[in-house]
């Protein structure tokens, strides 16, 4: 079996608060019982908001900076995200499909090496 990241991007905006009711909530749950009962689920996070983010670039003299900031500046960031077994990048990407009904956002589905 192969493994694939299957990540959840809000916008730079996204307030979980706001934007998270009952309903969605549940239904990450379920989705979160399906893919454990399926034994494709591997481990599953949520992530703080992007302003949070710390970035770390290797400088000339060998130091590290740190910057308050994430490293890609877009409208978008990663939210969360699980990572899955599945036969297939067809069933990885069922599993996304479900993820996007669940969470009522874009998501990703990426193979790793």
């Known amino acids: 079996m192969s493994q ?3 990540a959840i991007h809000f916008p730079d905006d996204y ?3 706001a934007s998270e009711d ?13 893919m454990v009962a399926a034994g494709a689920r591997i481990f599953a996070g949520g992530l703080k908001s992007a302003s949070e983010a710390r ?3 290797a400088q000339s003299d060998g130091e590290v900076l740190v910057t308050e ?3 890609l ?3 978008e960031h990663m939210g969360g995200f699980w990572i899955l077994e599945a036969q297939s990048m067809d069933e990885a990407l069922a599993w996304g499909r479900k993820a996007v009904i669940a969470c009522r956002t874009p998501v990703e589905v990426r193979a790793f090496h």
Not at 22 to 34: F, G, Q, T, V
Request: net charge negative; glycine share 0%.
């Open 4 to 6: 694939y990241l299957v």
């Open 55 to 57: 970035s770390l670039t």
């Open 15 to 17: 307030d979980p608060l």
């Open 22 to 34: 009952e309903a969605m909530s549940r239904d990450i749950d379920r989705l979160n019982d399906e």
């Open 69 to 71: 900031e994430p490293y």
């Open 73 to 75: 500046q877009t409208s």
